[in-house]
């Protein structure tokens, strides 16, 4: 059962289960050859050009809202940094409007955001009203969606106000394909970064 200022949301218990993967992520120019290497090895699955915005909340770097194509809100929370792979979650995801018990799930880990994803119509108006309450990066990004058994992969040019960067993040859920990956790639395990050190680093 969700509770939403010690009162409860629903009478019935929640059945979501958090989807949970680990990650590798960094800049080109600390992959460039795996980069050729995911070119060349992978299988190309998808290729998508979008907006999103990410909102960081002070103080809350193990929880990432994120809001694509002015539609789409994904809550992911950082499970465990402390490692070489970063393990992820992902908390929340739904389209707008969302449904009160939704925003009290966002509410659950970041009370702030409760209020203005009651009241958001729309894309417009969730993010005026988040960005008050947050540091918000808006980014475009062309992305190449790669996979090769329990790894995927994606390669994406994106604009972070106003500066061009290509960025590589590695995932699965299964963390031992993962590491494996990682070292057949040659990648630099502590070059690793979430996403509020990727915006840092922009």
Request: glycine share 4%; charged share 30%; with cysteine.
């Amino acid at each position: 059962m969700y509770y939403l200022n010690s009162k409860p949301v629903s009478q019935k218990p929640s059945h979501f289960a958090p989807d949970q993967n680990y990650q590798w992520r960094g800049f080109k120019d600390q992959a460039e050859d795996a980069v050729k290497t995911i070119c060349k090895t992978f299988d190309l699955v998808q290729t998508e050009t979008r907006k999103d915005q990410y909102f960081l909340h002070p103080g809350r770097t193990d929880v990432i809202t994120s809001l694509s194509d002015d539609d789409k809100v994904v809550v992911r929370r950082l499970v465990d940094g402390e490692s070489d792979l970063d393990q992820w979650e992902t908390a929340v995801e739904t389209t707008l409007p969302m449904k009160r018990s939704t925003a009290a799930r966002i509410g659950r880990h970041l009370p702030r955001f409760n209020a203005p994803c009651v009241s958001a119509e729309n894309g417009e108006e969730l993010a005026e009203s988040l960005s008050k309450k947050s540091k918000t990066y808006e980014v475009k990004s062309t992305r190449k969606l790669y996979a090769q058994g329990d790894v995927q992969a994606v390669i994406a040019k994106v604009k972070v106000d106003g500066e061009d960067k290509t960025t590589v993040s590695i995932t699965s859920t299964d963390r031992d394909a993962l590491e494996t990956m990682v070292k057949k790639l040659g990648l630099n395990t502590a070059a690793n970064q979430n996403v509020d050190q990727f915006f840092l680093a922009v």
